[in-house]
Structures are given as C-alpha cells and as structure tokens.
C-alpha cells in the first residue's frame, strides 16, 4: 500500500457541538490505483483529501504513506512531503497570469533538489506529454479552460511524485473537455506510475476507476 489511513478523523467544536468532518475512516490506496471519492458539498471529502496530502491536520488517526505516518514528521519533513512526494490539482487552476505557461512549471523546481539545467528539460517534457509544447510561451488568459488545467496538471507532475491528489479538477469545465482530462490522466498513468486519488460530485467520468466511494457524513462507502 502506498497510502493508508487509519481511524483518521476530523472533528472541531462548535459552541457545545463537536462536528464531525471525517468520522474514524479507514482506507488504502495501492500503487497504479485510480481512486475516486464522490460526495454532496460538505461532505467531507475535500477535508479528506487535505489529511491525506499533509494539508490538514487530523484530530485523531494516521495517515501512513510509504510506511510512514505523515503526522510524526517535523515542518521540515512535512513541506519535502509537500513539494516533493506528492502533486495537488485544484478545480481553478491557480496559475500566474503575468508568467507564460513554461515559467509557471519552472516556479516548482526553484524549491527542489534538482540542478537548475535540469528545469527546462523536465518542463518541456511534461507540457508535451499534456500535448501543450506548443504553448509554453504562451501567457494562461490565451489558453482555454481545458488547456489551463492541463497545465495545472503537468505542474503537479513536474516532480514526478509517486501520488496526485485532485480535487474537482474538472469541475469548472463541461463534459467534453472533463472526459478529456480524465483521458489524460490515463494516458499519463503508466509513463508517471501515475496513483490518482481524486475527489469530484460527477461519479459518470470516473466509472473505470479501481475503486469509486461515496463519502457521507464523514464516513466512506465503496459503490
């Protein structure tokens, strides 16, 4: 497994209610999975994918990855897991405008540990395997929103990391254009050892998955 979470809970307190976000889960994603969670807003399921990235906290319970439990690492340990182990896909894309589509997947490496003469040919790699070379000087208001989330995409990838979380990547795009980034993210999977974990409310573009849940009050059932 590379990803396991155990008795993993959310919860904070509200006046005298305690409020249960995430309720005791547990759950495990192997390597090449492609794993969807589904779910009504304020479900739980975006506090859930932040757990498992590092980007929350939980009240309780472990996320293991690779054998460790994220939740013992130091800040320093936390933001090398961040950067480097993981790739994060938002539903906007979160590009900078006044940079072109190639410096906006150079700004990631900065952080790394690569050498610098390596940015440029690991970028022009991962825009092409988006079918993007074409764009890369390129400025993100040319681009359509298929096209930015594709960039959005090759950014998480940049690194390589062994899993993406994606959280609605395509819910602000119609159904043409989100069968398309699911497309990509298949044709992306053997090339990255690419393992998808990803949150969306449109379970009919994610019907070939490895496994598909539904998150209800803070608890998931597999459908």
Request: net charge negative.
């Amino acid at each position: 497994m590379i990803i396991e979470c155990k008795n993993l809970s959310k919860s904070f307190i509200q006046g005298n209610e305690q409020i249960n976000i995430v309720n005791d889960l547990n759950f495990s994603v192997k390597n090449n999975d492609f794993i969807s969670v589904v779910g009504e807003s304020g479900s739980g399921k975006t506090t859930f994918l932040n757990l498992m990235s590092g980007l929350e906290t939980p009240s309780s319970g472990s996320v293991i990855f690779n054998g460790d439990d994220i939740n013992n690492y130091d800040e320093n340990q936390l933001s090398d897991f961040r950067a480097n182990k993981i790739g994060f896909i938002f539903q906007s894309h979160h590009l900078l405008s006044e940079f072109t589509i190639l410096e906006n997947l150079l700004i990631p490496l900065q952080l790394s540990k690569l050498k610098t003469n390596d940015f440029k040919e690991l970028a022009i790699e991962v825009l092409d395997k988006v079918g993007l070379l074409a764009k890369l000087d390129s400025y993100p208001a040319s681009l359509s929103g298929g096209e930015r989330q594709r960039v959005s995409i090759a950014r998480a990838l940049i690194k390589k990391p062994k899993v993406i979380f994606a959280d609605e990547p395509t819910g602000n795009l119609d159904m043409n254009n989100s069968k398309k980034i699911l497309d990509l993210f298949y044709d992306l999977r053997d090339f990255y050892k690419l393992t998808l974990v990803l949150v969306t409310h449109n379970i009919s573009i994610t019907k070939n998955f490895s496994k598909c849940y539904e998150m209800v009050s803070g608890k998931l059932n597999e459908l």
